[in-house]
């Protein structure tokens, strides 16, 4: 990398992604998903898809807009509420720039193939939701695609050979795909969203049982004991897997 490219990215981060969205670029969109996804896949291409024309609604619908808030800086200024936790949702974090660590993403256990994306002191965001047809274009971009994603993922009994062509049946289907309008896989509203506070900034604690740093809101008092963590309390926590939030007991 020069150093003009490196004092670049210093100054600007998500510079490339920033100049992709705005000349519409969804190849290397898609292509710059693929480096946190690992993997190119019709759902993190519908992610990709959904984040893109999100935004654009969303910057009509406010034109007042900063462009250069049409992705999130990680300022909690540009929110995104994805309702799955699959490769959709890579796509959106992505594209948007709205992620777990920054929070601006918001995260709500639906498993619904949908995502909104809404402004802090804006009454309307705009909702984007994957058409109930989008199989048949996944079918039509690429016919053995299920199949191989029933052997190799669902089943977990494909060869290693069935993965790659799974990885590249993968590819074919997400490059294809995003030469499709819009409108086609996916249907857009304007709605009025509902947003949580912004991100409590939380001092950290050291619990006295472990000795480990958690957030002060991460912590329980047990009798004389003051500020222990979830672990340490034997009460159990919540987590984000596969299936969405569960409660593991510990
Ligand atoms: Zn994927
Ligand atoms: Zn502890």
Redesign the pocket.
């Known amino acids: 990398m020069t150093p003009e490219k490196m004092n670049q990215l210093m100054q600007t981060p998500r510079i490339d992604f920033i100049h992709a969205i705005q000349n519409k670029d969804i190849a290397q969109c898609l292509v710059k998903t693929a480096e946190i996804?690992g993997?190119y896949?019709p759902?993190?291409a519908f992610g990709v898809m959904a984040s893109l024309w999100g935004l654009e609604l969303l910057q009509t619908e406010h034109p007042n807009m900063d462009p250069e808030k049409t992705a999130s800086s990680g300022m909690e200024d540009l929110m995104a509420v994805v309702e799955t936790n699959a490769?959709f949702a890579d796509g959106i974090q992505a594209v948007s720039g709205c992620t777990l660590g920054n929070n601006a993403l918001v995260y709500r256990d639906l498993g619904r193939f949908a995502v909104t994306f809404a402004l802090r002191g804006q009454k309307t965001g705009v909702r984007v939701r994957i058409r109930g047809d989008f199989r048949s274009h996944v079918e039509h971009a690429l016919p053995e695609f299920f199949g191989l994603m029933e052997k190799v993922i669902k089943n977990r009994k494909g060869t290693p050979e069935d993965e790659a062509e799974f990885r590249e049946k993968g590819r074919e289907a997400a490059f294809a795909l995003i030469k499709r309008p819009f409108e086609t896989l996916l249907t857009a509203e304007k709605i009025v969203p509902s947003l949580p506070p912004y991100a409590p900034i939380s001092p950290s604690h050291v619990c006295p049982d472990c000795g480990e740093t958690v957030m002060a809101t991460k912590v329980v008092d047990q009798g004389e004991k003051k500020g222990v963590c979830f672990i340490c309390a034997g009460k159990g926590f919540h987590e984000l897997e596969g299936r969405g939030i569960i409660k593991n007991k510990g």
């Open positions: 996804h993997h896949c759902g993190s490769c």
